[in-house]
């Protein structure tokens, strides 16, 4: 498979749950991001990863928790989350971190 | 404050003619723009980009219109195609920035057979 992937693409969870958003991207690019968009907001970014190591906290709550293990897999680990955290967690890539970005087809999250 | 805006929620436009969506910036350090496509379910494509040593950039059916002076941009789609119907957000960033993409509220723009 080419490009960036993620899994799931629809998650319902409880504010108690704990679960976690998968990316992949196949691109063999350097540079990964999530990003969140909230209907009718402008696309947020979350977190930059460039070379494994994490070069930006966009003053993200600590309820998410990111984690990038090598330089193709990326994940968003969520825990006690509130209502309004509902919304498309969209993943991208880029060969390095001032590149163009590519995204994956995104999360849809909806907390109850 | 919203440092990449596009004021236009919408846009419609009959097939074959031109469609321009505008996009304004606010932060002077900004020096590359973007601009990408989204479908619905889809992520966000990439579509064009522009240096700000440049003031256009072309590809294919796709223009992006630089102006410093105005901190605005465009991009023009000639002719414009049904399948060109999606949301497209424009995005700023500053090489000071590493990575981090400002993004547009974005425009939902139909394109009318």
């Known amino acids: 498979e080419t490009g960036v992937t993620q899994t799931p693409r629809h998650l319902v969870m409880g504010m108690t749950n704990k679960k976690s958003l998968k990316c992949e991207q196949h691109l063999g690019h350097n540079a990964m991001y999530w990003y969140k968009q909230s209907a009718k907001k402008p696309l947020e970014l979350m977190f930059v990863?460039?070379?494994?190591?994490?070069?930006e906290n966009n003053s993200v709550p600590s309820r998410f928790s990111p984690e990038c293990p090598n330089s193709s897999h990326l994940f968003l680990h969520l825990h006690t989350l509130q209502p309004e955290d509902s919304a498309l967690y969209l993943c991208?890539?880029?060969?390095?971190?001032?590149?163009?970005?590519?995204f994956g087809p995104g999360t849809r999250l909806t907390v109850l | 404050d919203q440092q990449v805006k596009q004021n236009s929620p919408s846009l419609s436009v009959q097939e074959g003619r031109i469609s321009i969506l505008n996009c304004d910036y606010t932060?002077?350090?900004?020096?590359?723009f973007l601009w990408y496509k989204k479908y619905p379910a889809e992520g966000p494509t990439f579509l064009i980009s522009i240096s700000s040593i440049k003031d256009k950039n072309e590809d294919g059916r796709f223009t992006v219109f630089l102006n410093k002076s105005a901190k605005h941009l465009s991009l023009h789609i000639v002719p414009s195609q049904p399948g060109d119907s999606a949301v497209y957000f424009c995005?700023?960033?500053?090489?000071?920035?590493?990575?981090?993409?400002?993004f547009g509220q974005g425009t939902t723009l139909q394109v009318k057979p």
């Open positions: 932060n002077s350090m900004f020096d590359y």
């Open positions: 991208a890539s880029s060969q390095d971190a001032y590149n163009e970005q590519f």
């Open positions: 990863y460039s070379l494994e190591e994490r070069v």
């Open positions: 995005a700023a960033v500053g090489s000071s920035n590493t990575g981090k993409l400002i």
